[in-house]
């Protein structure tokens, strides 16, 4: 329609937005959404053909986005986390990677007719489960902590080293093939050190710039994405290939130098790497051509997928996991799910480009390999992994916990009542000071943006039904209800009250306001530093839900019920509750019910009556003790 770079470049980042969104909205894995967009405005209709639009601008920004998505896979790479693994962890990810590389390879070479260079490279790049795809079936599935959590680790620490070990098969390859000499091959592992040594120079370097506040906030983003180019472009043009190397050791580097500043880090690869992921990964789904499309249903393509989904990753993940604590069932379900990702697919478009320049025809087949695979993979244990799961008992329960976003007096004290129910519950702050009332309360807490997606890989948010945003924030409190919304529902997602009513103030549609009557955070914080207190009272045949609603006054907030089976049902302006007998009302009650019911409680035990001041001085000193206790001075967070 229209002839213009200008305007294919806006249709490619729309569309890769718009696949973000859509995979966001109905919690499907994006590279679903972004393959279904690419191929019907590439190859299906014809629409666009970024290879030929951009011309030679294609592979340096193919190059560019697989830079990026290295140095983004390689921050979450921290080596203190890495001694926590498991052995079976620690089997698969060494031992079952290497297997499932060899096996990979012989089946690329004999099933698919690869030679054997290219298929040693596509065997590399196989290995990687990429995390951006199998946290989402994580979630979807509720698995049990152990299988959840290896395959998890799994994705996160072989998702980088998959595109360094085509590196190195290809080296390798073109030696054995008397394609280099050795001189070449000591040249590359000569080129390999530097580009290491300038990866974590450069990461280095700029963590310490960020830590000492030699750079300021609004340049922190720009400057670390310039200078993840200029490592990768500077180590490329040293030896080909070497890049994705440097900035794989420039993000391990900053994984681990305990910054401060890291949150930053993940916040620019948020903003930018998803921007420029989507984007190519558009380009590289709607430049494929119809030709290459149709090579997909091929049969020894087929073929070879089905080794790889029933031969190759069972084998690796059963032979790896010999003598470890792993049941038949864990090792059954570790060893179907492996679905492939973004990093599969974008370096083996980089490698398609280098083998095809280099001579290898047979690189031509290496794009609808990847792209069957990739697609294969995603839904076929996308929509696999639970049932499985079920199968297998590896799932969790339905569990009724509450996640509470935002960390002040009244949520630590709300957070303890819930505990003391029997159900779980997890107070999330960014700030290690907010976090100083939950500490206090012995509750479970988290420290960290629950709106970051790169907490997904240490924060598992599956046993908590409920999530309330009851930060001090309404903009942030509605942002958590909407990021959430999708998977949770709105039912079981809710706020506290706004404090700003007026009709300047629009906020996001956000979730359920919270309690009856609605109060914003700071009216109930202040209530509870004013001396009103956490009650629970529970409903009998004698003393029902009517009895109970007649007798509170009208400064009870009532907060939630707990039914007799322990689930919690908190309550919203917007409902009508009923209670039953068995039930337990939890309310935020006045000092001066308090007192009345101590006061009636005293009567009863002296059997005589005690002047109501005296109970009420009483009761007053108890609460200034307790505020002294409950207040104690500001703490630095522990040193890892």
Same mark, same amino acid.
């Given at each position: 329609m229209f002839e213009s770079l200008l305007f294919d470049l806006m249709i490619i980042v729309m569309l890769g937005m718009a696949s973000q969104w859509l995979a966001w909205r109905f919690r499907m894995p994006a590279i679903v959404i972004m393959s279904v967009v690419g191929l019907v405005v590439g190859p299906i209709l014809g629409l666009i053909y970024p290879k030929e639009t951009l011309g030679e601008l294609f592979s340096p920004l193919i190059s560019l986005a697989v830079a990026i998505i290295l140095f983004e896979g390689s921050l979450n790479l921290n080596f203190k986390e890495i001694q926590l693994f498991n052995k079976p962890v620690t089997r698969i990810v060494t031992v079952g990677a290497f297997i499932a590389w060899i096996a990979g390879s012989l089946a690329a070479h004999y099933v698919a007719g690869l030679s054997w260079a290219v298929a040693f490279i596509i065997g590399g790049l196989f290995?990687?489960?990429?995390?951006?795809?199998?946290?989402?079936?994580?979630?979807?599935?509720? !698995?049990?902590?152990?299988? =959840?959590?290896?395959?998890?680790?799994?994705?996160?620490?072989?998702?980088?080293?998959?595109? &360094?070990? =085509?590196?190195?098969?290809?080296?390798?390859?073109?030696?054995?093939?008397?394609?280099?000499?050795?001189?070449?091959?000591?040249?590359?592992?000569? =080129?390999?050190?530097? =580009?290491?040594?300038?990866?974590?120079?450069?990461?280095? !370097?700029?963590?310490?710039?960020?830590?000492?506040?030699?750079?300021?906030?609004?340049?922190?983003?720009?400057?670390?994405?310039?200078?993840?180019?200029?490592?990768?472009?500077?180590?490329?043009?040293?030896?080909?290939?070497?890049?994705?190397?440097?900035?794989?050791?420039?993000?391990?580097?900053?994984?681990?130098?305990?910054?401060?500043?890291?949150?930053?880090?993940?916040?620019?690869?948020?903003?930018?790497?998803?921007?420029?992921?989507?984007?190519?990964?558009?380009?590289?789904?709607?430049? !494929?051509?119809?030709?290459?499309? !149709?090579?997909?249903?091929?049969?020894?393509?087929?073929?070879?997928?089905?080794?790889?989904?029933?031969?190759?990753?069972?084998?690796?993940?059963w032979v790896s996991t010999i003598g470890t604590e792993l049941t038949w069932e864990e090792r059954t379900l570790i060893g179907w799910i492996a679905p492939r990702g973004i990093v599969a697919l974008t370096v083996s478009g980089y490698f398609a480009t280098i083998l095809l320049e280099d001579g290898y025809q047979d690189a031509e087949m290496l794009t609808a390999l990847t792209f069957a695979l990739v697609f294969s993979t995603v839904l076929v244990h996308g929509f696999s992994i639970g049932w499985l799961a079920k199968k297998l008992n590896l799932t969790m329960p339905e569990d009724t916990g509450v996640a509470i976003a935002g960390s002040t007096r009244f949520t630590a004290e709300l957070a303890k009542s819930i505990q003391s129910t029997g159900n779980k519950v997890l107070v999330i702050d960014d700030t290690w000071a907010n976090l100083t009332y939950a500490r206090k309360q012995e509750v479970p807490y988290y420290?960290?943006?629950?709106?970051?997606?790169?907490?997904?890989?240490?924060?598992? &948010?599956?046993p908590y039904r409920h999530i309330a945003a009851m930060s001090k924030s309404d903009t942030l409190n509605a942002h958590v209800c909407e990021d959430f919304m999708p998977e949770h529902g709105r039912d079981n997602l809710y706020q506290t009250a706004f404090h700003v009513r007026d009709e300047e103030f629009h906020p996001s549609r956000g979730g359920r306001e919270l309690f009856v009557p609605s109060l914003s955070i700071s009216e109930l914080d202040n209530r509870i530093v004013s001396g009103y207190t956490i009650r629970q009272t529970k409903l009998t045949d004698q003393y029902n839900y009517t009895n109970y609603l007649r007798e509170r006054d009208d400064e009870t907030v009532l907060l939630y019920i707990v039914r007799h089976d322990q689930t919690i049902e908190f309550y919203t302006p917007d409902k009508e509750m009923t209670a039953a007998p068995g039930d337990t009302i939890v309310a935020l009650v006045s000092p001066r019910q308090t007192i009345e019911k101590v006061h009636e409680r005293v009567d009863e035990a002296t059997e005589e009556h005690v002047p109501y001041e005296v109970v009420e001085e009483k009761v007053e000193e108890s609460f200034e003790e307790e505020m002294k206790e409950k207040t104690i001075p500001g703490e630095a967070p522990p040193k890892e």
């Amino acid at each position: 329609m229209f002839e213009s770079l200008l305007f294919d470049l806006m249709i490619i980042v729309m569309l890769g937005m718009a696949s973000q969104w859509l995979a966001w909205r109905f919690r499907m894995p994006a590279i679903v959404i972004m393959s279904v967009v690419g191929l019907v405005v590439g190859p299906i209709l014809g629409l666009i053909y970024p290879k030929e639009t951009l011309g030679e601008l294609f592979s340096p920004l193919i190059s560019l986005a697989v830079a990026i998505i290295l140095f983004e896979g390689s921050l979450n790479l921290n080596f203190k986390e890495i001694q926590l693994f498991n052995k079976p962890v620690t089997r698969i990810v060494t031992v079952g990677a290497f297997i499932a590389w060899i096996a990979g390879s012989l089946a690329a070479h004999y099933v698919a007719g690869l030679s054997w260079a290219v298929a040693f490279i596509i065997g590399g790049l196989f290995i990687v489960t990429g995390p951006t795809v199998i946290l989402p079936l994580l979630r979807q599935a509720r !698995l049990k902590p152990r299988p =959840a959590a290896i395959l998890k680790w799994e994705g996160i620490v072989v998702d980088p080293f998959g595109a &360094l070990l =085509a590196v190195f098969a290809y080296e390798f390859i073109k030696f054995l093939n008397s394609e280099v000499t050795v001189t070449t091959l000591l040249l590359f592992f000569a =080129a390999s050190l530097f =580009a290491v040594l300038l990866g974590a120079g450069a990461g280095w !370097l700029t963590g310490r710039s960020f830590e000492k506040g030699r750079v300021p906030e609004f340049l922190k983003a720009p400057l670390l994405f310039a200078l993840v180019i200029f490592t990768f472009v500077i180590s490329d043009e040293v030896m080909h290939e070497t890049g994705l190397l440097a900035v794989t050791a420039m993000g391990i580097m900053m994984a681990n130098m305990k910054l401060t500043s890291l949150e930053d880090i993940l916040e620019f690869k948020e903003n930018i790497s998803v921007l420029l992921i989507s984007t190519i990964f558009i380009m590289l789904t709607a430049s !494929l051509s119809p030709e290459v499309l !149709l090579q997909i249903f091929e049969p020894n393509i087929i073929f070879y997928v089905l080794v790889m989904l029933f031969i190759v990753r069972p084998l690796s993940i059963w032979v790896s996991t010999i003598g470890t604590e792993l049941t038949w069932e864990e090792r059954t379900l570790i060893g179907w799910i492996a679905p492939r990702g973004i990093v599969a697919l974008t370096v083996s478009g980089y490698f398609a480009t280098i083998l095809l320049e280099d001579g290898y025809q047979d690189a031509e087949m290496l794009t609808a390999l990847t792209f069957a695979l990739v697609f294969s993979t995603v839904l076929v244990h996308g929509f696999s992994i639970g049932w499985l799961a079920k199968k297998l008992n590896l799932t969790m329960p339905e569990d009724t916990g509450v996640a509470i976003a935002g960390s002040t007096r009244f949520t630590a004290e709300l957070a303890k009542s819930i505990q003391s129910t029997g159900n779980k519950v997890l107070v999330i702050d960014d700030t290690w000071a907010n976090l100083t009332y939950a500490r206090k309360q012995e509750v479970p807490y988290y420290q960290g943006d629950i709106l970051l997606e790169p907490y997904d890989h240490h924060l598992d &948010l599956t046993p908590y039904r409920h999530i309330a945003a009851m930060s001090k924030s309404d903009t942030l409190n509605a942002h958590v209800c909407e990021d959430f919304m999708p998977e949770h529902g709105r039912d079981n997602l809710y706020q506290t009250a706004f404090h700003v009513r007026d009709e300047e103030f629009h906020p996001s549609r956000g979730g359920r306001e919270l309690f009856v009557p609605s109060l914003s955070i700071s009216e109930l914080d202040n209530r509870i530093v004013s001396g009103y207190t956490i009650r629970q009272t529970k409903l009998t045949d004698q003393y029902n839900y009517t009895n109970y609603l007649r007798e509170r006054d009208d400064e009870t907030v009532l907060l939630y019920i707990v039914r007799h089976d322990q689930t919690i049902e908190f309550y919203t302006p917007d409902k009508e509750m009923t209670a039953a007998p068995g039930d337990t009302i939890v309310a935020l009650v006045s000092p001066r019910q308090t007192i009345e019911k101590v006061h009636e409680r005293v009567d009863e035990a002296t059997e005589e009556h005690v002047p109501y001041e005296v109970v009420e001085e009483k009761v007053e000193e108890s609460f200034e003790e307790e505020m002294k206790e409950k207040t104690i001075p500001g703490e630095a967070p522990p040193k890892e």
